[in-house]
């Protein structure tokens, strides 16, 4: 192959690439450049109305007169005029739906057509706000759609996608013209510039033939080195430029990647104030685990606050808020420590589990203890109440271990990561009954059975909850109990033994011991006044000490 050849083989593809990047580079940041402008501006008008629709609810708030058809149909009327006066242009648009999908305010030309306001209903989220691509009336449009709680509206300020993105179109078709063309004038141009380049080379590889001919050492090559070192050096160092450029592409491509690392490491950050570092690990080790459902032994802690209703009641909504805030934080820590994953918040509740993703030994006694870790937090959150002067928060906390379907679970617009089963039901009954027993923290013998080694474990009572024929033992511990509470633990665990055995006499003397080391104990109380009655009035032969539950 002639260095013709060569050299139109090696420095078109340079020019093709080099173009090509330039463009397309060009293009990227044309259109990154477009969508953060085109998110910047429509996420501003969303916020603007936003904050003044919080504020004319405020209004009506402070005059009392929330309720009234009337005012509030003013306040509508007042948050859509001042849409009107956001936008900037003839071809925007702000409108909101209901939740029924009905057009509730329309500030802009924009019309909807039943089909445009059906696939739009899709975004209705208390907690959804971002950048969507909508369709109104066949006409393609950009728009960012956040909730007005307070009004019940879907907000979406919109604007047409042309606007934004029709100079970028533009852009891209230029750059595939200027790369055509460049292809269709490089290629003559470097045929012509290898002719030169080539030319002193023949000359001296014809005097070196000649030399190898004739023996003749006298031969002398054309003065060609002066003149075409230069041009070398001069073609060398545009080769150079030509190779900076795309090497600053190639920068450009690797410090977006280092990008990509940093926000995967953020990604990770936040999701470690919900999910045990080692959990994160694994998902981002076998993703595809994650997608696939399968039976196994966790441990299901449930937590709830008692008499919320009533407390909220009490409270300003932003002071509830605030309250509920704080209170999550100091739980969801307690349960990350402890290597838990938050299933979800049930209101005002929190399911929590421990041994899914991620398997462990220690999990039924990691959620014992975050069960009793919570309850010395609540002791500090409730200090902070009182100096606030916020009403006290007290919790119950249901624990049981067993077996559960682990997977997600939902649809491939929802999908949740979740436990399923009667051992789930079962923990959430036992949170349940501490209002009914009077104790802060319950758990089923399976439980017990896994923590014996490492906890006191008293037994409360073997009940039957409620959609259940079989009954449970269920317990309750603490984490450093008093001289007086061992002692008076050991006498309960004698005195319950005899109790299931039907010894009722026998046992009412070792529940008297109970109470006289710890008055008023509720479960001792709650035996003792069985003995008395079984005393005299003895359970059938088919007793087997179980208590029906017919509530949670």
Request: proline share 4%; with cysteine; charged share 25%.
């Amino acid at each position: 192959m002639k260095i013709k050849a060569k050299i139109l083989i090696v420095v078109l593809p340079l020019l093709i690439a080099s173009v090509a990047l330039v463009g397309f580079a060009s293009y990227f940041l044309a259109a990154s450049s477009v969508n953060r402008l085109a998110v910047e501006s429509l996420t501003y008008r969303s916020e603007q109305l936003k904050t003044f629709a919080d504020a004319q609810w405020n209004l009506l708030v402070d005059n009392n007169v929330v309720g009234i058809p009337a005012m509030e149909k003013a306040a509508m009327a007042a948050v859509e005029i001042y849409a009107m006066s956001l936008l900037r242009s003839e071809t925007e648009a702000v409108f909101a739906l209901d939740r029924s999908g009905e057009l509730v305010m329309n500030a802009g030309v924009v019309t909807l057509a039943e089909t445009d306001r059906e696939a739009l209903k899709i975004y209705f989220d208390e907690n959804r706000s971002e950048f969507i691509p909508i369709t109104a009336s066949g006409e393609k449009r950009v728009a960012y759609t956040s909730p007005l709680l307070l009004f019940g509206w879907q907000v979406f300020a919109s604007e047409k996608r042309d606007i934004f993105y029709g100079r970028v179109e533009t852009i891209f078709k230029a750059s595939l013209i200027i790369l055509l063309a460049a292809i269709l004038a490089g290629v003559p141009l470097i045929f012509v510039m290898a002719s030169y380049l080539s030319r002193p080379l023949e000359g001296l590889v014809n005097t070196m033939r000649r030399v190898i001919k004739t023996n003749n050492m006298n031969e002398e090559a054309p003065v060609y080195y002066n003149d075409e070192i230069g041009q070398l050096s001069h073609t060398f160092n545009s080769m150079l430029k030509t190779i900076s450029g795309a090497y600053a592409q190639i920068r450009q491509y690797a410090f977006e990647a280092a990008s990509a690392r940093k926000r995967e490491n953020k990604i990770r950050n936040i999701f470690q104030l919900y999910v045990p570092k080692d959990v994160i690990d694994e998902v981002f080790i076998n993703p595809e685990k994650m997608l696939v459902g399968n039976n196994r032994d966790i441990a299901i802690l449930f937590s709830d606050i008692r008499s919320f209703t009533t407390i909220s009641e009490g409270m300003a909504p932003d002071e509830l808020v605030n309250s509920l805030n704080r209170y999550f934080s100091i739980m969801v820590d307690i349960i990350v420590n402890r290597n838990g994953v938050v299933d979800k918040y049930i209101g005002d509740a929190i399911m929590a589990m421990f041994g899914a993703p991620v398997f462990s030994e220690n999990d039924a006694l990691s959620s014992v203890m975050v069960g009793l870790e919570m309850m010395d937090g609540l002791e500090e959150f409730n200090r902070i109440q009182r100096e606030l002067g916020a009403p006290e928060f007290r919790i119950g906390v249901g624990i049981n271990f067993g077996q559960v379907t682990v997977g997600n679970i939902g649809c491939d617009k929802k999908m949740n990561y979740t436990v399923i089963g009667d051992a789930v039901n079962l923990a959430s009954r036992l949170e349940g009954l501490t209002k009914m027993y009077h104790e802060p923290i319950l758990f089923s013998e399976t439980v017990a059975e896994k923590i014996k080694n490492e906890l006191s474990c008293r037994v409360i009572d073997r009940v039957a909850v409620k959609g259940k024929k079989t009954g449970v033992s269920i317990y309750t511990t603490r984490l450093k109990p008093s001289p007086r509470e061992e002692e008076a633990w050991k006498f309960h665990a004698e005195g319950a033994a005899l109790y299931y055995r039907r010894n009722f006499k026998e046992s009412l003397g070792f529940f008297d011991k109970v109470l006289a080391l710890l008055p008023e104990d509720p479960a001792a109380l709650r035996f003792r006044e069985r003995c008395r009655v079984y005393s005299k009035n003895p359970p059938p032969e088919s007793w087997d000490g179980v208590e029906v539950m017919t509530e949670k």
